[in-house]
């Protein structure tokens, strides 16, 4: 998201440009789940009917969960009525562009999110 712009799935980026230098940000765009935040848990749950929802873990307590998903839904459920909960420590939802991005387009790239300060 920039400027309250976006889905809402992944991070506000409005000021990543204050908050992360540009080698953290190239390494975050090559491979994200290096450099994951504090906190961070991408999860997947599976209800006792067998639906599951996949996303972000947003809170958790010893009874419930609460999961944010890919479309920006949120989704709270009791853990007692769940068949699973899987904890995909390392993984992120965001892919891995290494490979995928020619030089120029990751310098770009990084250009562009370091040259975000918090003023649009």
């Known amino acids: 998201m920039v400027a309250g712009k976006g889905a809402g799935y992944g991070p506000e980026l409005t000021d990543i440009g204050t ?14 789940a290096t450099l994951l935040p504090e906190g961070f848990l991408y999860v997947t749950a599976v209800t006792q009917a067998g639906a599951t929802v996949r996303g972000i873990r947003v809170n958790e ?48 790239l990084v250009a562009y999110l ?4 918090g003023k649009l």
């Open 61 to 108: 307590d010893s009874f419930n969960i609460q999961i944010k998903d890919s479309g920006g839904q949120f989704h709270s459920f009791a853990k007692s009525e769940l068949k699973e909960v899987r904890r995909l420590r390392s993984e992120t939802p965001m892919p891995a562009y290494e490979g995928s991005l020619s030089a120029a387009e990751l310098d770009d």
């Open 114 to 117: 370091a040259s975000l300060k």
């Open 19 to 32: 908050r992360r230098n540009g080698a953290h940000l190239r390494q975050a765009i090559l491979k994200p």
